[in-house]
Nanobody, 124 residues
Framework: QVQLVESGGGLVQPGGSLRLSCAAS????????MGWYRQVPGKQRELVASITGGGSTNYADSVKGRFTIDRDRAKNMVYLQMNSLKPEDTAVYYC??????????????????WGQGTQVTVSS
């Protein structure tokens, strides 16, 4: 069973920092782009940051200069370093990966996979 598992969320004061981690596991053939999304109740899930297989990054305007995404390809992990956190960053953060995985002896086409989410709360 292929899965993504996030960790590192929690409660932090405004101006503080958190580092989210996401580990992909299972019978994975290859991982292409990985990213972080967030969602608050009543709103659509939005992209926070993404990183391609080649290491190119993309950020939402609201987090540029404060958040940094990176990945460890050898460990199938992606990270999100969040600095200068603001109350408006409060959300459930989801890890996403575009992966090709094995099914038996076959490799399936690229599909999107999601983690279960981790809560980030920024409050004094």
């Amino acid at each position: 069973q292929v899965q993504l598992v996030e960790s590192g969320g929690g409660l932090v004061q405004p101006g503080g920092s958190l580092r989210l981690s996401c580990a992909a596991s299972g019978r994975i053939f290859e991982i292409n782009a990985m990213g972080w999304y967030r969602q608050v109740p009543g709103k659509q899930r939005e992209l926070v940051a993404s990183i391609t297989g080649g290491g190119s990054t993309n950020y939402a305007d609201s987090v540029k200069g404060r958040f940094t995404i990176d990945r460890d390809r050898a460990k199938n992990m992606v990270y999100l370093q969040m600095n200068s956190l603001k109350p408006e960053d409060t959300a459930v953060y989801y890890c996403n990966a575009a992966m090709r995985v094995y099914r038996g002896d076959y490799v399936l086409r690229t599909n999107d996979y999601w983690g279960q989410g981790t809560q980030v709360t920024v409050s004094s």
